[in-house]
């Protein structure tokens, strides 16, 4: 995603300017902010209007505009995160070369402080001309980047090298460029958190005092480390800021199960941060149950472990991290189930430190992994026990 990019595109004379409206809009689309400069050879191929609607701001062509203003190129240039000029004619090229500035999109690209990316367009027999090729090699000498041109079809009816690059195409180099490569860049992860409510009839659960916080907290991290995060979250009250996160929200223990099975196979790595009801009732009652005996009992069965299904099917190259929640006997406890649930990492959550566990906003956390090491942690904010967490996964991802 694009999310609060500013993106400034600088489009000149070719007829390949028609295809900018779709660039405009995948821009929009991926959530970046778009400003277009033409030059008046790029307004006989597509109207500002068009550009102008779709990137939702007035689209400059002039030095001076209409009402006598004056275009602060300068600023426009500072604006940008990312100026690209697409397509770039034969001519602009020529002018970027030698600094001619005749018009706003030159003097928006003098004055531009941000990368710059251009898309060059042209028919073969000038692509290749040795003038062009010179040209290029001078503005990338200047530290431009060049987007290469394709082969295929080209307005003069031939075919060969020449055409821009289609907008897909000069979408992906932005993204490139302007979302940072961080540790979990390009990695799938699977979260899940809260407690599950287990329905005895329409209008009663047995559930837990989970808050989702931890799980959630986690989720969050791993998204601002580059990772995909699917969150399959229990039922939580709460505002929280999931934004870039893809949620799915269950209730029980076996939708939650449902959700993971379906989920894992694609995933690099797994957490389950979640506080998992062991036992659902045998049945739910289709109705209200009534208030006619004096002692009453509930049946139950043992829910399935989600953690140990995914610990079964796990392959070499997936990392699944699992938590336990002790009482006693912790350290033996906890490594027990890293053990026994198959899992990579087990995160102990100590309910006999104060401050720890569920609903509050800290926790203390030892965290084991199965070549036999242990780190210990102070109490901590939720947010900072994530942050140790995650970089716990990272070592692993490298061990
Ligand atoms: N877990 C799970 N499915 C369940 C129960 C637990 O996936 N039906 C997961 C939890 O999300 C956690 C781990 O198993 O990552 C350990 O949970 P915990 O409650 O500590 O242990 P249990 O396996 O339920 O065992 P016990 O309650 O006997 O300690």
Redesign the pocket.
């Known amino acids: 995603m694009l999310k609060g990019k500013k993106i400034l595109i600088g489009v000149t004379g070719s007829i390949a300017a028609y295809k900018i409206a779709l660039l405009v809009r995948l821009l929009i689309k991926n959530g970046a902010e778009v400003k277009v400069v033409m030059t008046k050879a790029a307004a006989e191929f597509i109207t500002p209007l068009t550009l102008a609607t779709l990137s939702r701001n007035p689209v400059s062509i002039d030095l001076a505009s209409d009402s006598g203003n004056w275009e602060n190129h300068v600023m426009l240039g500072r604006w940008a995160d990312l100026m690209v000029i697409a397509p770039l004619s034969c001519n602009t090229l020529a002018k970027m070369a030698t600094g001619f500035c005749d018009n706003l999109l030159m003097a928006v690209y003098l004055s531009a402080t941000t990368p710059v990316y251009v898309a060059p367009a042209m028919d073969e027999d000038m692509w290749k001309h040795e003038s062009v090729k010179k040209n290029l090699q001078i503005i990338e000498s200047y530290g431009n980047k060049i987007i290469p041109v394709n082969a295929g079809e080209l307005a003069s009816g031939l075919v060969g090298e020449g055409r821009m690059a289609e907008p897909e195409q000069i979408l992906e180099t932005m993204k490139k460029v302007l979302i940072p490569v961080t540790e979990l860049t390009g990695k799938k992860i699977l979260v899940?958190a809260g407690p599950t409510y287990e329905a005895i009839d329409p209008v009663r659960f047995i559930g837990n005092h989970s808050s989702g916080k931890m799980g959630i907290e986690i989720a969050k991290v791993l998204k601002t480390k580059g990772a995909e995060v699917n969150l399959v979250l229990g039922p939580v009250n709460g505002n929280f800021d999931l934004d870039g996160i893809k949620v799915e929200r269950v209730e029980s223990?076996e939708e939650m199960?449902n959700a993971c099975s379906r989920q894992f196979p694609e995933m690099d790595i797994a957490v389950?941060?979640?506080?998992?009801?062991?036992y659902t009732p045998v049945e739910k009652a289709q109705n209200k149950i009534k208030k006619t005996e004096d002692n009453w009992s509930l049946s139950f069965k043992?829910?399935?472990?989600?953690?140990?299904n995914?610990g079964n099917i796990k392959k070499d190259n997936q990392l699944l991290v699992?938590?336990?929640?002790?009482t006693n006997n912790e350290k033996e406890?906890a490594k027990n189930?890293l053990q026994s649930?198959n899992a990579d990492l087990i995160v102990l959550n100590s309910l006999n430190d104060t401050g720890s566990g569920f609903g509050f906003d800290t926790n203390k956390v030892t965290i084991f992994d199965k070549q036999g090491n242990e780190w210990g942690y102070e109490m901590k904010s939720k947010k900072a026990v994530a942050e140790d967490i995650v970089q716990a996964i990272i070592r692993s991802l490298h061990v």
């Open positions: 899940t223990a199960f389950m941060a979640a506080a998992v009801a062991d043992k829910t399935p472990d989600i953690l140990k995914l699992g938590f336990a929640l002790e406890n189930k649930k």
